[in-house]
């Protein structure tokens, strides 16, 4: 459909060119156009986004006459132009397009064409623009294949940060061609908003599932979705939410045994401790020694250097307590050097207080049997910590990733692949300060697409984050943003007027920047077909099977 004309009043180059809009029609921001010239011997075809749209009169030179234009005085002209910024040229002849060559809105295969969709070897649904078209982003760039990772950043409450992932990780388990090799994790970090992934939305509707259609999407819930969650206490196998089917929802814990083998003592520490001389070397040394301990202890069971057993955290408390008392009583004690090596008492003292604290929020979590989150038999796995302490939080968060690297470490290939969901990720890997699991995240980011482990990291700002892990993103996702914010280096991708609209951007609507298309685009994503809290959930209605009988 032609939209109008390439204007010669304003400079022609081949990155950007003005559409002089023809009467009757409409452009706006966002469009998809393309212009067809003769260059030399070679018919050229100039594809773009519409990313400035402007109306004015022409001949009018004061304010005033704006007035006597509305009353019919002065016979003025409205000027109705466009500015293109060129995504694609088809030859590649980089020689401007000519004023007067005819603009169309791209269709069909034009608009492919525009975006690189046909270049694509997998796409992958990520929304739609403002016309109804669905935007694709190159599962390649996700998958490892040649990049990963997904950084979405947004306002907290108005950019619908985890709503976006949760859409994308959806889009990826239903369209994938490797979806049968392919798990999500999701860390439910607010409220138990997640808890219902695997039921019908009942406040869905119609004008919805025409997107999730016009996708190529089912609109329908999760499937395969199992849900761990902490238990009520430490005694309990009761977990700690109001969704207690047992099929679905399962208590998650670790063993003493596990704690020790696994060095899962450094995720108890998260505030403040990069200030403290030495209490690092406190904490590899504890560690180190109750992985000996492990090592040298029966199956299942963790003895100390007297064939004591140390069942909980609060037996090891008492250990470690005990060696503290015995280097106050002896000078040369050899039990607190089994313990805390050559560190200075001050210092011991120091990680003890730390430890106790620590202990106060996970002791639920570790006991002397085990049950931990299992990804590998469930298509989706959702981590329930928002009833935690942020120490507890930090705990699980470490606990997990460290595991399934480690497990993905040793399988050596990136098959089955797995697609981890962090919201908050400037808690867990700060550009700032330290981090018990920043270690881990880096990992994940720099070497996980080989492995097979992807994130998809959200947070409020990007510029809060270590900017490697950011770096590493392929795909870049954007809502509604604070003005300072969005002024950061870390948002250099938004070009021409994109910065301005991305403090204007509603529910429901995001920027989408992937290395494939040089302009960043504005998508919208439906509303989840899945419940995200208890009140949404659709009730069930189960007919018995003979009831067609009566």
């Given at each position: 459909m032609r939209v109008g004309i390439v204007l010669g009043t304003k400079p022609i180059s081949p990155l950007e060119f003005w559409v002089g809009v023809e009467e009757g029609q409409v452009v706006q921001l966002d469009d998809v156009l393309y212009t067809e010239g003769q260059v030399g011997e070679k018919r050229v075809k100039y594809y773009g986004i519409v990313n400035e749209v402007q109306k004015f009169l022409e001949g009018a030179e004061f304010v005033y006459d704006a007035h006597l234009v509305s009353k019919g005085v002065i016979p003025v002209n409205i000027a109705y132009v466009a500015k293109v910024n060129v995504t694609r040229i088809e030859p590649e002849v980089f020689a401007p397009p000519s004023p007067g060559?005819?603009?169309?809105?791209?269709?069909?295969?034009?608009?492919?064409?525009?975006?690189?969709?046909?270049?694509?070897?997998?796409?992958?649904?990520?929304?739609?623009?403002?016309?109804?078209?669905?935007?694709?982003?190159?599962?390649?760039?996700?998958?490892?294949?040649?990049?990963?990772?997904?950084?979405?950043?947004?306002?907290?409450?108005?950019?619908?940060?985890?709503?976006?992932?949760?859409?994308?990780?959806?889009?990826?388990?239903?369209?994938?061609s490797d979806r049968d090799k392919v798990h999500g994790i999701i860390f439910n970090v607010k409220g138990k908003d997640l808890l219902w992934l695997d039921k019908k939305n009942k406040s869905f509707d119609a004008e919805s599932r025409k997107v999730y259609e016009a996708m190529g999407l089912r609109a329908e819930p999760f499937k395969n979705v199992k849900f761990y969650v902490p238990p009520s206490n430490i005694y309990s196998d009761t977990p700690d939410c109001e969704r207690l089917d047992k099929e679905s929802v399962i208590p998650f814990y670790w063993s003493i045994r596990e704690f020790a083998e696994e060095g899962l003592i450094?995720?108890?520490?998260?505030?403040?401790?990069?200030?403290?001389?030495?209490?690092?070397?406190?904490?590899?040394?504890?560690?180190?020694?109750?992985?000996?301990?492990?090592?040298?202890?029966?199956?299942?069971?963790?003895?100390?250097?007297?064939?004591?057993?140390?069942?909980?955290?609060?037996?090891?408390?008492?250990?470690?307590?005990?060696?503290?008392?015995?280097?106050?009583?002896?000078?040369?004690?050899?039990?607190?050097?089994?313990?805390?090596?050559?560190?200075?008492?001050?210092?011991?003292?120091?990680?003890?207080?730390?430890?106790?604290?620590a202990c106060m929020h996970i002791s639920r979590l570790i006991r002397d049997k085990s049950s931990p989150p299992k990804w590998e038999g469930n298509?989706?796995?959702?981590?329930?910590?928002?009833?935690?302490?942020?120490?507890?939080?930090?705990?699980?968060?470490?606990?997990?990733?460290?595991?399934?690297?480690?497990?993905?470490?040793?399988?050596?290939?990136?098959?089955?692949?797995?697609?981890?969901?962090?919201?908050?990720?400037?808690?867990y890997a700060p550009k700032e300060g330290w981090s018990p699991i920043k270690d881990v995240v880096l990992d994940i980011a720099e070497r996980g697409r080989s492995l097979g482990v992807i994130l998809i990291g959200a947070q409020q700002t990007a510029s809060e984050v270590e900017k490697r892990v950011v770096a590493n993103s392929a795909l870049k996702v954007l809502g509604r943003m604070d003005s300072s914010e969005v002024l950061g280096k870390e948002y250099e991708y938004l070009t021409g007027n994109f910065r301005q609209r991305a403090i204007m951007l509603k529910k429901g609507t995001m920027i989408l920047y992937q290395p494939d298309i040089p302009n960043p685009m504005v998508v919208r994503f439906p509303k989840p077909a899945w419940a995200t809290r208890y009140s949404e959930v659709e009730e069930e209605v189960h007919v018995p099977k003979d009831f067609g009988n009566f």
């Amino acid at each position: 459909m032609r939209v109008g004309i390439v204007l010669g009043t304003k400079p022609i180059s081949p990155l950007e060119f003005w559409v002089g809009v023809e009467e009757g029609q409409v452009v706006q921001l966002d469009d998809v156009l393309y212009t067809e010239g003769q260059v030399g011997e070679k018919r050229v075809k100039y594809y773009g986004i519409v990313n400035e749209v402007q109306k004015f009169l022409e001949g009018a030179e004061f304010v005033y006459d704006a007035h006597l234009v509305s009353k019919g005085v002065i016979p003025v002209n409205i000027a109705y132009v466009a500015k293109v910024n060129v995504t694609r040229i088809e030859p590649e002849v980089f020689a401007p397009p000519s004023p007067g060559d005819p603009v169309y809105r791209a269709i069909g295969k034009e608009f492919e064409r525009a975006l690189y969709y046909d270049q694509m070897k997998e796409k992958i649904p990520a929304g739609v623009d403002r016309n109804g078209n669905v935007v694709y982003i190159n599962y390649d760039f996700i998958n490892g294949v040649e990049g990963a990772h997904v950084s979405i950043s947004g306002m907290s409450g108005i950019a619908t940060k985890t709503s976006y992932a949760l859409f994308l990780l959806y889009s990826i388990l239903e369209k994938a061609s490797d979806r049968d090799k392919v798990h999500g994790i999701i860390f439910n970090v607010k409220g138990k908003d997640l808890l219902w992934l695997d039921k019908k939305n009942k406040s869905f509707d119609a004008e919805s599932r025409k997107v999730y259609e016009a996708m190529g999407l089912r609109a329908e819930p999760f499937k395969n979705v199992k849900f761990y969650v902490p238990p009520s206490n430490i005694y309990s196998d009761t977990p700690d939410c109001e969704r207690l089917d047992k099929e679905s929802v399962i208590p998650f814990y670790w063993s003493i045994r596990e704690f020790a083998e696994e060095g899962l003592i450094k995720f108890m520490f998260t505030e403040g401790e990069e200030g403290v001389s030495n209490i690092h070397y406190v904490i590899d040394r504890i560690s180190n020694k109750l992985y000996l301990l492990a090592q040298n202890s029966p199956e299942g069971r963790l003895l100390d250097d007297f064939s004591r057993d140390i069942e909980s955290l609060e037996d090891l408390e008492v250990r470690l307590e005990e060696a503290i008392r015995d280097k106050e009583q002896n000078k040369s004690s050899e039990l607190y050097r089994s313990w805390f090596g050559d560190a200075q008492i001050q210092t011991a003292y120091a990680f003890f207080r730390r430890f106790s604290r620590a202990c106060m929020h996970i002791s639920r979590l570790i006991r002397d049997k085990s049950s931990p989150p299992k990804w590998e038999g469930n298509r989706l796995s959702v981590i329930d910590i928002s009833s935690l302490h942020s120490i507890g939080k930090m705990f699980v968060v470490g606990s997990i990733l460290k595991r399934v690297f480690r497990e993905k470490e040793n399988i050596g290939k990136p098959y089955p692949k797995v697609f981890v969901v962090l919201d908050e990720l400037n808690k867990y890997a700060p550009k700032e300060g330290w981090s018990p699991i920043k270690d881990v995240v880096l990992d994940i980011a720099e070497r996980g697409r080989s492995l097979g482990v992807i994130l998809i990291g959200a947070q409020q700002t990007a510029s809060e984050v270590e900017k490697r892990v950011v770096a590493n993103s392929a795909l870049k996702v954007l809502g509604r943003m604070d003005s300072s914010e969005v002024l950061g280096k870390e948002y250099e991708y938004l070009t021409g007027n994109f910065r301005q609209r991305a403090i204007m951007l509603k529910k429901g609507t995001m920027i989408l920047y992937q290395p494939d298309i040089p302009n960043p685009m504005v998508v919208r994503f439906p509303k989840p077909a899945w419940a995200t809290r208890y009140s949404e959930v659709e009730e069930e209605v189960h007919v018995p099977k003979d009831f067609g009988n009566f």
